[in-house]
């Protein structure tokens, strides 16, 4: 009777234990997740204000060849050629031989553009199967697998 007692005891003292380490756990999740939050929010705010630093100093880079009367007096004379240059080019672009080139180009860069995303979303989930991020091509080559994630502004139109 004592050793069902204890029994019950010590299952009673590992259940508080293991729900102590799970609040344990948990809470130095959530501790974790905010921080690393506040670092990303940090970031981003540091990045916008770089941006805008990046701004100013485009912008003052940028008057001081506008300033500059022989700068100003080339780049309109570069502006004239390249009227010249973006008209002759148009001629050529509207030749039937060229129009067919060009078709063919953009389908292709379509085709590119759509078997790159497959292969994206194959490799993510190639990745999640094995849990490696190397792969072996047709040639023996080992590949690595990098996954990329950026920020983009939601609108406001929601």
């Known amino acids: ?4 007692k ?7 003292n590992n259940s508080n234990v293991n729900a102590s380490t799970v609040t344990e756990n948990l809470a130095g999740d959530a501790t974790i997740l905010l921080n ?7 970031h981003i705010q540091n990045l916008d204000k770089l941006r ?3 701004k100013k100093l485009k912008e003052m880079f940028e008057d001081a060849f506008l300033n500059n009367p022989v700068y100003r007096e080339n780049a309109e004379k570069a502006k004239e050629a390249a009227k010249i240059k973006t008209t002759t080019r148009q001629q050529i672009a509207s030749q039937p031989s060229v129009i067919n ?7 292709i860069t379509s085709d590119i553009k759509e078997r790159q995303a497959a292969l994206s979303d194959y490799l ?3 990745q999640r199967l094995t849990g490696s991020n190397e792969i072996e091509d047709a040639n023996g080559q ?7 994630a950026k920020l983009i502004r939601r609108s ?3």
Request: hydrophobic letters at 35%; zero cysteines; glycine letters at 0%.
């Open 1 to 4: 009777m004592d050793d069902n």
């Open 6 to 12: 204890n029994h019950e005891s010590t299952l009673e």
């Open 36 to 42: 690393l939050e506040e670092l990303i929010r940090n």
């Open 52 to 54: 805008e630093e990046q």
């Open 101 to 107: 080139i060009a078709n063919k180009l953009k389908d």
């Open 124 to 126: 993510l989930e190639y």
């Open 142 to 148: 080992i590949l690595e697998i990098v996954n990329s």
């Open 156 to 158: 406001a139109k929601k």
